[in-house]
T-cell receptor, first 114, second 118 residues
């Protein structure tokens, strides 16, 4: 069956350091992969999208890599700030889907302490 | 930016009643909207794909007669939870697929609706 796995344990990190989150998937051929941020009691907010033929994407302090051989994406928050504390979700859309359906991982909580 | 609203943000109802949740794309047209459900500490689970002017497509295991979806216009989709029971208590989130532009592959999410069934 298709699975999207993210670290279930919260990532505690000191302000200024780089947070690195992992998203692994199995039995999946994604057209593209997205990362979202979700705050408690709120809907997800889009951060970055990376396509299957792209290796890396950057946006300000965020960086995403996508390795379709390893079936893994890494999400980096550099120079982390307490305001970055949230749950980060990865989501995939399969190649076969024409509607842009997303399947989400369970998310990894990041806690940035001053 | 692309803004999606949901109404109500919270609802508490008695078991057996029906609850309607609205999802609106405020500044863009969305031919496709999605409805998700999220239980505490769990992933968002896609319930159904709502297409303007046609019947919704439900994911496996989601009862279409219990979760009625109507996508009456390019900016509005509604989810009605019929004969709600306590196990339907959850966080319901909609998203809208932008029709065109640089963001065609992004989904814009609403703020969610917390449903509590007593």
């Amino acid at each position: 069956s298709q699975k999207i796995e993210q670290n279930s344990e919260a990532l505690n990190i000191q302000e200024g350091k780089t947070a690195t989150l992992t998203c692994n998937y199995t039995n999946y051929s994604p057209a593209y992969l997205q990362w979202y941020r979700q705050d408690p009691g709120r809907g997800p907010v889009f951060l970055l999208l990376i396509r299957e033929n792209e290796k890396e994407k950057r946006k300000e302090r965020l960086k995403v890599t996508f390795d379709t051989t390893l079936k893994q994406s890494l999400f980096h928050i550099t120079a982390s700030q307490p305001a970055d504390s949230a749950t980060y979700l990865c989501a995939l859309t399969p190649l076969t889907d024409s509607w842009g359906k997303l399947q989400f991982g369970a998310g990894t909580q990041v806690v940035v302490t001053p | 930016g692309a803004v999606v609203s949901q109404h109500p943000s919270r609802v508490i109802c008695k078991s057996g009643t029906s609850v309607k949740i609205e999802c609106r794309s405020l500044d863009f047209q969305a031919t496709t909207m999605f409805w998700y459900r999220q239980f505490p500490k769990q992933s968002l689970m896609l319930m159904a794909t709502s297409n303007e002017g046609s019947k919704a497509t439900y994911e496996q295991g989601v009862e279409k007669d219990k979760f009625l979806i109507n996508h009456a216009s390019l900016t509005l989709s509604t989810l009605t939870v019929t004969s709600a029971h306590p196990e339907d208590s959850s966080f319901y989130i909609c998203s809208a697929h932008r029709l065109a532009g640089n963001y065609r592959n992004e989904q814009f999410f609403g703020p969610g609706t917390r449903l509590t069934v007593l």
